[in-house]
């Protein structure tokens, strides 16, 4: 059974920054690419970022120059750097990954998300 758990989220002020970080555990042979969605109240879930085995990075257009993605694959974990955080910022982030836990293939897992409140 592999789970995706995120971690810190929480309520932060207009400029502010903040770091999510999500860990993936279990029967885990590999972990391919990494990364972030997000989902605003109303509105469907969008890309932020992405980060490949070997370390190259996708972000969106919006947080292009704010948001910063990293792994460690050592410990199957991937952190999401968020700096100038403004209230459109706001939503569930939700960390996925793709992982081969068994077999050849590797299947999309998902965690449950954290919530980040960019409010004054």
């Known amino acids: 059974q592999v789970q995706l758990v995120e971690s810190g989220g929480g309520l932060v002020q207009p400029g502010g920054s903040l770091r999510v970080s999500c860990v993936a555990s279990?029967?885990?042979?590999?972990?391919?690419?990494m990364g972030w969605y997000r989902q605003a109240p109303g509105k469907q879930r969008e890309l932020v970022a992405s980060?490949?085995?070997?370390?190259?990075?996708n972000y969106a257009d919006l947080v292009k120059g704010r948001f910063t993605i990293s792994r460690d694959n050592a410990k199957n974990t991937v952190h999401l750097q968020m700096n100038s955080l403004n209230p459109e910022d706001t939503a569930v982030y939700y960390c996925?990954?793709?992982?081969?836990?068994?077999?050849?293939?590797?299947?999309?897992?998902w965690g449950r998300g954290t919530q980040v409140t960019v409010s004054s």
């Open positions: 980060v490949s085995r070997s370390g190259t990075t």
């Open positions: 279990g029967s885990i042979l590999s972990v391919n690419g």
């Open positions: 996925y990954a793709y992982i081969r836990d068994s077999g050849f293939d590797f299947n999309n897992y």
